[in-house]
């Protein structure tokens, strides 16, 4: 199999209301990075997926509450949420995350 290469430039980030964005970026069926991006007070629901997730904060400062317990991070900060997690985001701060995912979030393609 060959490298899936994505430039930045070549992506498109969908809007997903409420002031964020995500962009799908390089994946595999068992690994997916994608880019999400956040306005100050947006909310991502609490939420959870049979996903691993890696989370790493590249600007902003957001409250991730995982399993009922909050936690504040800002950039260069990292979170590991195990499948089925219950997690959610607040936004303090505009700016964005780097989440990775195994295996790949096929609903983020189709």
Avoid: W
Avoid at 12 to 39: H, I
Avoid at 42 to 63: D, E, K, M
Wanted: with cysteine.
């Amino acid at each position: 199999m060959k490298a899936n290469v994505v430039y930045h430039k070549d992506s498109q980030a969908k809007d997903l209301g409420g002031g964020m964005t995500r962009r799908v970026l390089a994946y595999t069926p068992k690994l997916m990075t994608a880019e999400v991006s956040l306005e100050k007070g947006s909310t991502i629901a609490v939420h959870s997926h049979p996903h691993c997730q890696n989370t790493y904060i590249l600007s902003g400062r957001f409250r991730f509450t995982a399993d009922g317990e909050d936690v504040e991070v800002s950039a260069g900060d990292t979170l590991a949420f195990p499948p089925d997690v219950p997690h959610a985001t607040f936004c303090l701060e505009a700016g964005s995350l780097l989440d990775v995912f195994t295996p790949m979030r096929d609903e983020f393609v189709s």
